[in-house]
């Protein structure tokens, strides 16, 4: 039976009207569903494109090639702009970006032992099925060319039986690898991984908890500051996403001679920002801000920064805090802000700007600051997780 898809949802699956979802279809594409549960295209729409990856059928790593980055851009946009209208909140869309193919510059891979060594990759969607990916289009030219280094680390690390993780960044001073496994590590395997780490020229190697040998600084230039942020640290999907949400964030604080920079990592907008206004940057993770600090500390021509350890869910600043400022960038976790947004509509501050992962709690944390009497002015979409359903906004937002 031929059947109309829907929309997508938001993990960019196809929905029928009976709400069966398929993967690699779009909206308004006639289909089949098959006996394995696969969908057959029977009329496709324009916006169908070939994917420009061989492994894309098989592998998890992406959701959406099948899709134009016209269509993709669009429904992203949408997905932003639904998530606002279901709180009566307005779009004040203003620009777009797109991270070009081959920019991902950190990725968490899975290995596993095998007969003939190891194979190292991304899981097939929803399964424990590990798909090779030589020709990925995702990754980083520089990752790719790491691949004989984590299937040597794969073959130390992993049993038949157990899967290694290998969060692998792309750095100022070569790849930086972390990898997670059962295996302990020993004197005799620290010489052996410190050897391996030399010959592959990584710039740092950690197993589990220890960094193994740090060979070469493993730097983000944040600004015009450099930054070695711990191993497997949180880091912008891309450099040119990065760019995009900077550019908007600066953009956004003219005039603000002191700002406060709530969930800062390890200094993505704080550094940057230090160019022209003292920031205080607050953050639950001690390990980035010591980073930060450093940096920092070794940077020129920045204004005053300074750092706070502190767990913003459950201890907030409050709005005596925060009314030292005069303006709060925000850019939580997936789970948003909800404590710390509320604080700040209590608080006298008029600018805010958030940058967010998530569109739903984006709108419920905004909500919450428009019924205090903000207004969202404009908005910028980042699509740096390209051909996932993954999306980033930075909003701007004022009271008079
Ligand atoms: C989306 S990341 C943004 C980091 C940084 N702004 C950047 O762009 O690199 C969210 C940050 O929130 C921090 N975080 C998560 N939960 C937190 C909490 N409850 N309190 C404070 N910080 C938290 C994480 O450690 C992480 O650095």
Redesign the pocket.
């Known amino acids: 039976m031929t059947q109309t898809i829907e929309r997508l949802t938001l993990t960019g699956q196809g929905q029928l009207p009976d709400g069966t979802l398929l993967d690699r279809v779009l909206p308004g594409e006639e289909v089949e569903v098959q006996p394995d549960g696969s969908a057959r295209i029977i009329t496709p729409v324009v916006d169908r494109v070939k994917p420009p990856c061989r492994h894309f059928k098989s592998c998890g790593g992406c959701a959406l090639q099948h899709a134009s980055d016209g269509f993709v851009g669009e429904w992203k946009k949408t997905v932003v702009e639904r998530a606002l209208a279901a709180r009566g909140l307005p779009f004040p869309f203003r620009s777009l970006h797109t991270s070009p193919p081959q920019s991902r510059r950190r990725a968490r891979l899975s290995g596993r032992r095998t007969k003939k060594g190891a194979m190292v990759g991304f899981h097939a969607k929803a399964s424990d099925a590990l798909i090779e990916i030589p020709d990925c289009q995702l990754l980083m030219p520089s990752i790719m060319a790491g691949f004989p280094a984590f299937e040597a680390l794969t073959v130390i690390a992993a049993s038949r039986k157990s899967e290694v993780n290998l969060t692998v960044t792309d750095t100022l001073g070569g790849l930086d690898v972390l990898v997670e496994t059962e295996r302990e590590l020993t004197g005799p395997l620290r010489i052996e991984l410190a050897a391996l780490a030399e010959v592959h020229d990584l710039a740092r190697l950690a197993w589990n908890d220890d960094v193994v040998v740090t060979r070469k600084d493993p730097q983000q230039q944040f600004g015009t500051t450099r930054v070695a942020p711990p191993s497997g640290a949180?880091?912008?999907a891309t450099r040119e996403g990065e760019a995009a949400m900077v550019h908007s964030v600066l953009g956004a604080v003219t005039g603000a001679g002191r700002i406060v920079d709530l969930?800062?990592?390890?200094g993505?907008?704080t550094l940057p920002l230090a160019q022209g206004a003292s920031v205080h940057a607050?953050?639950?993770?001690s390990e980035?801000l010591q980073a930060l600090d450093r940096g920092w500390r070794h940077g020129q021509h920045l204004r005053p920064v300074t750092t706070e350890v502190?767990?913003?869910?459950?201890r907030p600043l409050e709005p005596d805090e925060l009314n030292r400022f005069d303006l709060a960038l925000l850019?939580?976790?997936r789970a948003g802000a909800e404590a710390q947004v509320r604080a700040i509509a209590a608080s006298d501050l008029r600018r805010v700007v958030m940058?967010s992962?998530n569109p739903v709690t984006f709108a419920r944390d905004v909500q919450t600051l428009t019924e205090a009497g903000f207004v969202l002015d404009q908005l910028d979409v980042i699509d740096q997780f390209r051909w996932s359903p993954h999306i980033e906004v930075v909003g701007e937002l004022s009271r008079p």
């Open positions: 949180f880091l912008q969930f800062s990592g390890a993505t907008f607050v953050e639950g993770d980035l502190r767990d913003l869910f459950r850019d939580p976790p940058v992962c």
